[in-house]
């Protein structure tokens, strides 16, 4: 009956796909190949080539993902749409690493940004990549080339008030059906930080704590990354052999002043202690993926095999002194090992001239022990996650003008911490339709569902202790044990209008998600600890509208000019079920936008660009617990490449030049309690020169 229903829900764009004289052939060039392969997708697609790479003005992958339409960071994690958790799908050559896998995904993000041939962005259920993640990205890595090369690239600058560099040396070469990469790049970075901290608590309407922390640090890191590529091809055959070698040196030291009210609920501010904190961490990496494909007739069969160990220690002293001068020392040390391995086939078969049909296969199995030592007292954690994923889908060419695709996806995941184990599965279908009804007009839509499972660092017990007073606003964080998966129905309509000769699109889209056991962090009260931990909180329901547009200007006299812009306006709601009322979901923001122009100025030997991105204020408001916003940030970009000869360029690029600061603001109710929390961390300028060469 659900089958029938989705079925039924096509049938209006179905009826407009009568036959119609074919579209004309498109010729793809290097400068067009972003729009025509949005235009030329089964899926809704749109492609960040290596020119918008270069002009990012980025050093990492990391930082790529922070500049891309429509995603967000915030922290160490990505979110598209608003929504706040795992809402962004990261693959690496169509690789999806195990959920809880936190190094290789560490270590993906960075990777020099150079290594990157493209990003595709994808939206939409499909069977090929579910629908989990309101977004998936996939990182598609540069693949060698036979041609003898040499590129290098030296870059030096200041963040804030602090150097920065990184060199990256690409050796390429081959002969016949054999090619091979050799990329060494070495990072030395760093990095200030800085950040105001004001808490008052008041009982009864009495204020009770009234201070201030100010916080100076630094952080340093230094990075080896070696990552060759070896292939070797025979007509239409291909295996690639690709190791990784990563080793890391992280430090971070801050400095933090503390005053308080005397009495507390006066502006009489006094000393009130200070704290120091040395922190080095330690990320290393092996990595071994091969991949292959093997054409049989008019069939393709391609696979890869990814062997996985990453290893991350982190040791923090903290030497703290109070009011009266008492000095107070805590030491604390985690150790985590990951081994993972992962496995992908996938059998693409033609059947007759209308159906293409794929069958895909995916296995990984992650393993990770965690040893913490907190102030002399050690726990150790053995987490294990399974995943199985096998799907089917057939992309039916109806007519000239519109293609049907449709397919199901299996998915089992098997989570196991030592205390607690878990096991789900879903079989989960999808429909989309594309359809063209004049050249420059196409129209997309897509219907499917989607299982999000928690990572293993969701449901395991092991602990993140606050670092300052333990409080509702500054809480200790665990995972949750009994946290079920989210399953969701997701639904997509879009409007892409293409201009002649590739020239540019314009887009807008409209996204609808439906999802049970809708997971939120939440913090409680257990015994005398205040506790920060994933939570299932009811049904909720995510929409809203993008609107995306990307246009070279030639045809309207400016010449050698794109511009591009992206705005996404999410809405989201929570029927909460612990509290029996309907509210908004946390940290929604307002809007997101990007924009950006770039410009080739041929008479000077140079091109520049600027880049803008605007999150709107996000506010989380459940009633009698907790008021949190977060002011809108805008970050400003830009760069200057000159052409010092047909072999080396000279690369300015300047970031946040607003200085833009981060501002949050929380308060949170506990009876006749009252917890507020308000920060201030200092957005810092960074500029970069980058001598590139090639030849």
Not at 180 to 206: D, F, K, S, Y
Not at 214 to 243: H, I, N, Y
Not at 339 to 366: C, I, K, V, W, Y
Request: charged share 25%; aromatic share 6%; hydrophobic share 35%.
């Amino acid at each position: 009956m659900k089958r029938s229903c989705l079925l039924f829900a096509f049938l209006p764009l179905l009826a407009f796909a009568e036959d119609r004289p074919a579209l004309k052939e498109i010729t793809v060039t290097g400068k067009q190949e972003d729009v025509a392969a949005r235009r030329d997708a089964t899926t809704q697609k749109v492609i960040v080539g290596r020119k918008d790479i270069e002009n990012m003005g980025v050093m990492t992958i990391g930082e790529v993902l922070g500049k891309l339409p429509g995603v967000e960071v915030k922290g160490d994690g990505q979110q598209a749409r608003g929504m706040s958790r795992d809402s962004v799908q990261i693959l690496v050559d169509g690789e999806r690493p195990a959920g809880g896998s936190r190094i290789v995904a560490g270590v993906v993000g960075r990777l020099p940004a150079g290594e990157l041939e493209r990003v595709e962005i994808l939206r939409g259920s499909s069977a090929e990549y579910g629908g989990a993640a309101a977004v998936t990205v996939n990182l598609v890595m540069k693949k060698p080339v036979s041609k003898r090369a040499t590129a290098v690239k030296v870059a030096a600058g200041m963040n804030g008030s602090e150097p920065t560099g990184q060199f990256t040396w690409t050796e390429n070469g081959g002969e016949g059906g054999f090619a091979w990469t050799l990329p060494i790049t070495l990072n030395m970075h760093r990095r200030p930080a800085g950040n105001v901290t004001e808490r008052r608590n008041e009982t009864a309407g009495v204020t009770v704590l009234n201070e201030q922390d100010k916080d100076e640090g630094l952080f340093t890191f230094r990075e080896f990354v070696m990552s060759p590529r070896m292939t070797w091809k025979q007509g239409s055959d291909s295996l690639t052999v690709a190791p990784l070698l990563f080793d890391g040196l992280g430090k971070r030291n801050s400095d933090m002043t503390q005053t308080a009210a005397s009495p507390a609920s006066s502006s009489n501010m006094l000393s009130n202690g200070d704290r120091s904190s040395r922190e080095e961490m330690r990320r290393r990496l092996q990595r071994l993926r091969v991949e292959g494909e093997k054409h049989l007739g008019e069939s393709k069969l391609s696979g890869r095999v990814s062997l996985n160990h990453g290893t991350r220690d982190v040791n923090t002293v903290r030497l703290s002194h109070d009011a009266l001068g008492t000095a107070n020392t805590r030491t604390d040390d985690t150790a985590s090992t990951e081994n993972e391995t992962s496995m992908a086939f996938r059998l693409d078969r033609p059947l007759g001239e209308q159906h293409l049909l794929a069958l895909g296969l995916e296995h990984a199995l992650l393993k990770r022990t965690d040893t913490q030592t907190f102030s002399g007292v050690m726990s150790n954690y053995a987490d294990q996650e399974r995943q199985s994923i096998l799907w089917l889908q057939d992309d039916w060419m109806l007519t000239d003008k519109a293609t049907f695709t449709y397919g199901l996806r299996g998915e089992r995941v098997d989570l196991d911490t030592g205390t607690n184990a878990q096991q789900h599965g879903q079989v989960m279908p999808s429909l989309a339709i594309r359809y063209a009804p004049q050249e420059q007009w196409l129209l997309r839509s897509s219907l499917g569902a989607g299982l999000k499972m928690p990572r293993l660092d969701e449901i395991s017990d092991a602990a993140t202790l606050s670092v300052a007073a333990n409080t509702p606003t500054e809480a200790d964080t665990r995972g949750n044990p009994n946290l079920r998966p989210e399953r969701s129905v997701n639904f997509e309509a879009v409007l892409e209008r293409y201009l002649p000769d590739n020239a540019g699109v314009f887009g807008i889209n409209f996204y609808a998600r439906s999802t049970q056991d809708f997971t939120e962090r939440r913090v409680q009260l257990e015994g005398t600890r205040w506790v920060d931990r994933p939570q299932n909180e009811g049904s909720a329901r995510h929409w809203g509208w993008e609107i995306d547009g990307k246009v070279r200007t030639d045809a309207w006299g400016w010449k050698g000019a794109t511009v591009k812009a992206h705005l996404t306006l999410p809405h989201a709601t929570v029927n909460d079920s612990r509290l029996g009322i309907s509210r908004m979901a946390r940290d929604t923001p307002e809007y997101v936008f990007s924009a950006g122009l770039d410009e080739t100025l041929p008479k000077l030997n140079s091109s520049y660009g600027v880049s803008l991105q605007l999150s709107g204020r996000s506010v989380t408001d459940i009633p009698g617990e907790v008021y949190a916003v977060s002011d809108a940030r805008t970050t400003l970009d830009g760069y200057w490449l000159y052409k010092l000869s047909p072999v080396f360029n000279l690369r300015t690029t300047a970031r946040n030049l607003l200085a833009t600061d981060t501002v949050q603001n929380t308060r949170f109710t506990n009876g006749s309690d009252v917890y507020v929390l308000s920060s201030r961390s200092t957005g810092y300028r960074s500029l970069l020169v980058t001598l590139e060469g090639r030849w």
